[in-house]
């Protein structure tokens, strides 16, 4: 603490009033009070010009504390508190650094009123200040109060000289009193400051007993703590030394045998592994239980796996999270290349992990078709928010124990693969990836889907209980990535745990562009390969997308990269020296011919074929439905491995069209004589659903009109018996199988519009989108209005037995018309 002025030589010559002119020292963190001498270090040139000046002009210098420590240089008033203290220079001694050393005393509180310059040093006027009269019962009350929490204050251990108690007891006067109390290190600036600006002594005196009161209060409850630790401490201690002792008097009497080693060793790894005080307990107990057991009995290496597990296990270790959102965003963007929608839910609960410490971890699942990159964006993701990564494959796994554990009561029992992964990770917050969850397999012995339902609960993991282990974990900080190629063989339950992301795959320009970023340059390192050795262009890359690869991913299009890497690695490898470039010319003597033909789905307008879209395990696909017009007495016969779905939807489809057979032009004689023969190709591949349903109503009017199907259409959407067309899920991974294969049109219901926010623009701009809200705005859509004349029927005149009468009757073409709409389909 400041020392107090007492002796005559540092008392002030006069009594400072009015208004003075002097040089004035900013302060940082430092609040120098009246009639206390204070140590000052001046370092800056301003200040160490200001202290010269004074000292060589005999006078007061100004001490204002800056409101910014940090800040260099002061320029304008608003940069200093207004209340601060003119001293009296005691002693300057200069320093070989340049700086200065300096004994101040204060003197009075002062008003900064103006800058008066600012170089070489600044210099200001101010106006001092006259403390408030001190007098009354009230402030002798609270003098002595004051004084009276002094003394406790350092009796409780303040941090400052014991004389200071004393000091206060000795000082009557009430404002300097106050002061005094100011330079304990437990008051900060700002305390100081607003001490400094209250000129009224008896609120001076109040907000000193309040600082003194809590922080009374404050060294009591340390002094509490530090006993409790103490007792604590002692009794461990003496714990300690007990055991010590027994060890000692085992080793004197030879019985410090290794069982008894080991069990000091687990006892020592139980109190270092951070575990909960339960967990801990349990340990101990067993440890306990181990000690009794004769060293030669199979128990002993069951009990020493099951604490070793216990032990191992990250019970308090985590790893930071990395919770700058550019950062991390940058690092999902260098390695991955779209994915906009999974990128902005992990920056989400970064920017909400920022800002809450207590945030429960998301679970999300990932459901696309292969090679979209759903593994590998989880291992982005723990990059990205700088967490460990584990993956557990769930694909095939049909044993509860699995996911949690066998009981102890088996011989070799272990934790299940949750809690194994995690002390693989060694962190109780790692990134977790469920890869193949929809591949759960379930049997007589258990359901692994439902044994997951706790795990994925954020509600319930915060104390998942292991079967082997037999005490609760927590994994409520794990996060928890699910991927899936289908969301249908996920069960309900499960699936409402998880917070579903969809990847339905990319387009042909995101192909080529994630070859030419990541595949092209991954292969050409996988293969010792340099930019000197070959150069592939973006032609080849689109031809590859386009004629040698079809599918959702880009998995097939890495093995073509792969394959021609080969090929340029053999020749590099032969002492070529020149730089391969690798044109689309050369692609059929690096891959052969294309497997793929790209640009059109038909050759031309075909009648009685439509094609259709479907979502498989690889991404949206293509379809073609067949039908054709025979003699014949049933309704129809399909083909084609069809499900019962896709049967009745086919059965739907031909009942709309007997129904509106008229409207069609469609003879009612027609369906009495002949049979459709309904053929979904490939037949060896099963088939179901009922997105077909007005695919095939198109392909079966086609066939009894003779209207042709525009060769460049696709369409998807269920029917009714009313001719509605009925909403379909897939809708993205169909329209981009269509784009894939060629489609200038795609027709699909207009209930999932909402659904075409998701098309990405370069889609929208290459294929028409016709929203169909019923089978006659899909038919004006796909059909030719002009049908064929080979395809053309008669109708003969005249004949009341309908052309089975007696000859003569006049016969005339009649055209098919063009199916009617009430309102023309919808194009966006």
């Known amino acids: 603490m400041a020392k107090r002025a007492s002796t005559p030589d540092t008392e002030p010559k006069g009594v400072l009033s009015g208004t003075l002119e002097i040089p004035l020292v900013a302060l940082r963190e430092t609040v120098i009070f ?40 002061i320029g304008d008033l608003s940069e200093l508190y207004e209340i601060g203290t003119v001293a009296k220079i005691a002693q300057v001694v200069q320093l070989q650094d340049g700086t200065v050393r300096a004994i101040v005393q204060g003197q009075s509180r002062i008003r900064v009123l103006g800058f008066i310059q600012s170089s070489p040093y600044l210099k200001v006027r101010v106006e001092i200040l006259e403390e408030a009269a001190s ?11 004051v004084q009276s929490q002094m003394e406790q204050y350092v009796a409780n251990g303040a941090p400052v000289p014991p004389e200071a108690a004393v000091a206060a007891r000795n000082i009557t006067e009430p404002g300097l009193l106050a002061d005094m109390v100011a330079y304990s290190p437990d008051m900060t600036t700002e305390q100081r400051q607003e001490l400094l600006e209250t000129l009224d002594i008896e609120q001076r005196l109040r907000l000193v007993s309040n600082f003194l009161a809590r922080q009374t209060e404050i060294l009591e409850l340390k002094g ?15 714990e300690y030394i007990l055991r010590e002792q027994l060890k000692a008097i085992q080793r004197e009497l030879g019985e410090d045998d290794p069982q008894q080693a080991e069990i000091n060793e687990l006892r020592e790894k139980v109190e270092a592994s951070g575990m909960p005080e339960d967990v801990r307990a349990r340990a101990i107990k067993e440890i306990d239980r181990m000690s009794r057991i004769p060293s030669a009995s199979p128990e002993v290496g069951v009990i020493r796996t099951y604490v070793d597990w216990l032990v191992g296990l990250p019970w308090n270790v ?21 994915l906009e929608k999974i990128k902005e839910r992990i920056l989400e609960y970064l920017a909400v992990r920022s800002l809450a410490d207590k945030i429960r971890s998301p ?7 292969p090679g979209v990159g759903k593994t590998s964006l989880g291992k982005s993701i723990a990059k990205a928010m700088g967490r460990k990564f584990v993956r557990m494959s769930l694909g095939g796994i049909h044993d509860e124990a699995e996911i949690r554990g066998h009981r102890r009561t088996y011989i070799g029992a272990l934790p299940g693969r949750i809690v194994q992964n995690i002390k693989t990770a060694g962190t109780n917050n790692p990134v977790f990836m469920l890869d193949e969850v929809d591949k759960i397999g379930m049997d007589f012995r258990g359901d692994p889907s439902s044994a997951l339902l706790e795990v994925l609960d954020p509600e319930q993991n915060f104390s998942f209980q292991d079967n082997y282990l037999e005490v609760p ?27 579903m992301v969809q990847l339905p795959g990319y387009t042909q ?27 592939i262009t973006d032609e080849v890359l689109t031809t590859l997308v386009q004629a040698y690869t079809h599918e959702a991913g880009v998995r097939n299009l890495e093995r073509e990269i792969a394959n021609i890497m080969r090929k340029v ?103 009495e004589r002949n049979t459709l023969h309904i053929h979904v190709p490939a037949g060896a591949i099963p088939k179901d659903g009922p997105s077909a349903g007005v695919t095939m109503a198109t392909a079966m009017v086609s066939a009894l009109t003779g209207i042709p199907v525009r060769k460049d259409v696709a369409m998807t959407g269920e029917i009714t018996l009313r001719g509605r067309v009925l909403p379909i899920g897939g809708l993205k991974s169909k329209i981009l199988a269509a784009h894939l294969a060629g489609a200038g049109m795609v027709i699909l219901p207009k209930k999932n519009e909402k659904d075409l926010r998701d098309i990405p623009d370069e889609i929208r701009k290459h294929v028409k989108l016709v929203l169909a809200d019923n089978m006659d705005q899909v038919l004006e859509a796909a059909l030719r209005r002009t049908p064929r004349p080979l395809k053309a029927q008669t109708e003969p005149v005249g004949d009341p037995s309908g052309g089975r009468g007696p000859k003569g009757g006049v016969s005339r073409v009649r055209q098919a018309p063009f199916p009617p709409a009430d309102q023309p389909p919808v194009v966006v």
Request: no cysteine; glycine share 8%; net charge negative.
């Open 473 to 499: 974990f927590d994994l409520s900080k794990v996060l928890f990535i699910a991927t899936a190629n289908l969301l249908d063989p996920i069960p309900a339950p499960l699936r409402d745990r998880m917070e």
């Open 509 to 535: 320009t995101e192909k080529v562009e994630i070859a030419r970023r990541f595949l092209v340059p991954k292969q050409m390192e996988n293969h010792g390969l340099k930019a000197k050795h070959v150069e």
């Open 224 to 238: 509490k703590i530090q006993s409790e630790v103490k007792s604590e401490m002692d009794k461990t201690q003496r």
């Open 569 to 671: 690695a053999r020749a590099v490898a032969e002492g070529r020296k020149r730089k391969i470039i690798v044109g689309v010319k050369k692609l059929d003597d690096y891959l052969g011919p294309t497997r793929w033909e790209y640009g059109e789905l038909e050759a031309e307008d075909q009648t009685g074929s439509a094609t259709g879209l479907v979502v498989t395990e690889v991404g949206g696909d293509v379809v073609a439905v067949e039908v054709i017009k025979m003699e014949g007495k049933e309704d129809f016969i399909l083909t084609g491995q069809l499900g019962d779905v896709m049967r009745e939807s086919a059965r739907a489809a031909l009942s709309w069209i007997r129904a509106n057979a008229a409207d069609l032009g469609i003879e009612r004689q027609v369906f």
């Open 135 to 145: 007098t009354g019962v009230e402030v002798a009350a609270l003098v002595r109060s």
């Open 318 to 338: 985590s790893t930071n999270d990395r919770l700058n959102i550019k950062e991390a965003a940058l690092i999902l963007d260098q390695d991955h290349y779209g």
């Open 363 to 369: 679970i999300l699942l990932f459901v696309g078709p």
């Open 34 to 73: 009246p009639e206390m001498i204070v140590p000052l270090q001046v370092g800056r040139e301003k200040s160490v010009a200001a202290l010269n000046a004074a000292t060589e002009a005999g006078g007061p210098i100004a001490l204002v504390t800056q409101r910014r420590p940090e800040q260099e240089e």
